[in-house]
């Protein structure tokens, strides 16, 4: 009796299946692990935004304390560039990244926008009594 030997040319739907699954794993971790590093990189940016803009919003309190405390209007002049809106009822007013722009707080080519194209809104609050006035800001996106 001769034994008949198979010869095995190329690989079993098994093995193919088997090594195509282990290459899908991979990539699908490789895919997650690479969003998550985008996601981290795009929190830092926007961050990073929020500190900027932050630091420009306390100086200009610093600059402008005397007319945020007594909460006066600015539409434009060469030494209060504004745009500021005041609110009397709510002792609270409103600027915009164009203000702190004007204000040579910002570079021109700032953006009003985040990296998710959400704008933001500055409100600076007074509270406290005269002439101690507590005056603070909120930057929202």
């Given at each position: 009796?001769?034994?008949?030997?198979?010869?095995?040319?190329?690989?079993?739907?098994?093995?193919?299946?088997?090594?195509?699954?282990?290459?899908?794993?991979?990539?699908?971790?490789?895919?997650q692990q690479m969003l998550k590093t985008n996601?981290?990189?795009?929190?830092?940016?926007?961050?990073?935004?929020?500190?900027?803009?932050?630091?420009?919003?306390?100086?200009?309190?610093?600059?402008?304390?005397d007319k945020l405390s007594?909460?006066?209007?600015?539409?434009?002049?060469?030494?209060?560039?504004?745009?500021?809106?005041?609110?009397?009822?709510?002792?609270?007013?409103?600027?915009?990244?164009?203000?702190?722009?004007?204000?040579?707080?910002?570079?021109?080519?700032?953006?009003?926008?985040?990296?998710?194209?959400?704008?933001?809104?500055?409100?600076?609050?007074?509270?406290?009594?005269?002439?101690?006035?507590?005056?603070?800001?909120?930057?929202?996106?």
């Amino acid at each position: 009796m001769e034994d008949i030997i198979w010869k095995k040319n190329g690989f079993t739907l098994i093995e193919l299946i088997l090594v195509i699954s282990v290459g899908l794993a991979i990539t699908f971790a490789s895919f997650q692990q690479m969003l998550k590093t985008n996601e981290y990189n795009q929190a830092k940016i926007i961050g990073e935004q929020i500190k900027q803009v932050g630091n420009s919003v306390n100086s200009y309190i610093a600059v402008h304390y005397d007319k945020l405390s007594s909460l006066q209007d600015s539409n434009g002049s060469t030494q209060d560039p504004g745009p500021r809106t005041c609110g009397i009822t709510t002792s609270t007013c409103s600027i915009s990244i164009n203000t702190l722009i004007n204000e040579g707080l910002l570079p021109q080519t700032y953006s009003d926008k985040n990296l998710f194209n959400s704008p933001y809104t500055i409100l600076i609050k007074r509270s406290g009594t005269s002439p101690y006035y507590n005056v603070t800001g909120l930057i929202t996106t």
